[in-house]
């Protein structure tokens, strides 16, 4: 099914982010206190930061911590706007909040992770929202798909909002894992590539859940060419209220991005650059293509080894014959020097769509082509 396109105003003329990139969303995971907003807020103005987040509502997984200073929070925010001339943003989880928010003056909303997953709340919150112009951020949700992530954007659209824009913050998962959440970076490179007109910002501080991963994280964004980065910051980390672990002094901030970020060009005009690369990318267009008609091949194979499985009454999956052949291709990709993960993954894949191929054949849906 082709997308419909959305109708998207570029980052350029949300009148909140100025060059040079990346554009930067910074604050703490929660206002807590007076004091602590601005604080944080004058350390963010001084490093050049241009908007400010900070958590009015908390979603906390657990009761009976902190959940957010709620509505007299939105009075500090107006105080950011008035003394340091920041732009502020917040998230929104329900109308209530909306409503709150517009009637304060913030100037941008964000919808969580946790809310993204629920139809009902971001239509709620889409409906709040129609006949306004604010600048509405969407999270992906907690769970890894990436229609449901869509669907909001398709919601916010449809209620009119055009200055809208993507946080990739990594999606939950139960394994063990060095981040807090997985990156599945192929999720956000289908997204970018389905709607490469959406401004796209990446939570380094939640997606990885420690101030240690933010640069890696960051880098790796802007990498892959996504424009902005939402990274969580606090006056004093240690004692923060949510969320301690992962948020950076201003000061640290400043040194991430002014000292540690490299920030790429995204192409160059010089013609020695352009003729090499142009060069290696015909080289990769030419092995591309060739890994397809490979897989093609194998796949052709793969059923007629259905067909015959088929004659002789035998089962499509014999688990020892997998095992094998996955070892061996670990063994040889180690030679070559490919990660036993990646080889694990792309052989997987092949294995699971080998064996749906082989299934049509026994079931009678299809035959050997
Ligand atoms: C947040 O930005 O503070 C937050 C709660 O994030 P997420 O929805 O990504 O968990
Ligand atoms: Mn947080």
């Not at 009976?64 to 200073?69: Q, R, V």
């Not at 990646?342 to 299809?366: P, R, W």
């Amino acid at each position: 099914m082709a997308d419909k396109k959305l109708d998207i105003v570029p980052l350029s003329g949300w009148g909140m982010f100025t060059d040079p990139q990346p554009s930067v969303v910074a604050g703490p995971c929660s206002a807590e206190s007076e004091e602590q907003v601005m604080e944080t807020a004058k350390g963010l103005k001084e490093l050049g930061i241009n908007v400010f987040r900070a958590g009015i509502w908390k979603p906390r997984t657990h009761p009976g911590c902190f959940e957010g200073i709620g509505v007299p929070g939105l009075k500090w925010l107006q105080r950011v706007q008035k003394e340091y001339g920041l732009k502020v943003a917040t998230e929104v989880a329900s109308e209530k909040h909306v409503a709150e928010c517009l009637k304060h003056g913030v100037d941008m909303v964000w919808i969580g992770a946790r809310t993204t997953a629920n139809p009902f709340l971001v239509q709620e919150i889409a409906d709040a929202l129609k006949g306004t112009d604010i600048p509405v951020l969407v999270k992906n949700p907690v769970n890894p798909d990436l229609e449901l992530w869509i669907g909001a954007l398709e919601r916010l659209s449809r209620a009119g909002i055009r200055k809208l824009g993507v946080i990739h913050r990594g999606f939950s998962t139960f394994d063990k894992i060095k981040y807090r959440n997985d990156p599945h970076w192929d999720i956000a490179l289908e997204m970018r590539s389905r709607y490469p007109e959406l401004p796209f910002f990446t939570d380094p501080s939640h997606l990885g859940g420690s101030r240690d991963y933010i640069l890696e994280i960051s880098q790796r964004s802007l990498d892959l060419g996504f424009e902005g980065l939402m990274i969580e910051s606090h006056c004093n980390p240690q004692v923060a209220l949510s969320d301690s672990k992962q948020q950076l002094t201003p000061e640290q901030l400043k040194d991430l991005l002014h000292n540690q970020i490299v920030v790429r060009k995204s192409d160059s005009d010089s013609k020695e650059w352009r003729e090499n690369i142009d060069q290696l990318r015909a080289k990769i267009d030419v092995i591309d293509e060739s890994i397809i008609y490979s897989l093609g091949s194998r796949l052709k194979i793969s059923r007629q080894i259905g067909e015959y499985k088929k004659n002789n009454n035998v089962a499509i999956v014999q688990a020892v014959r997998w095992d094998a052949l996955m070892a061996k291709a670990i063994a040889i990709g180690n030679e070559y020097g490919l990660p036993e993960k990646f080889l694990t993954d792309v052989f997987n894949a092949i294995h699971e769509a080998s064996v749906e191929a082989q299934n049509e054949i026994i079931s009678g849906k299809s035959s050997e082509q």
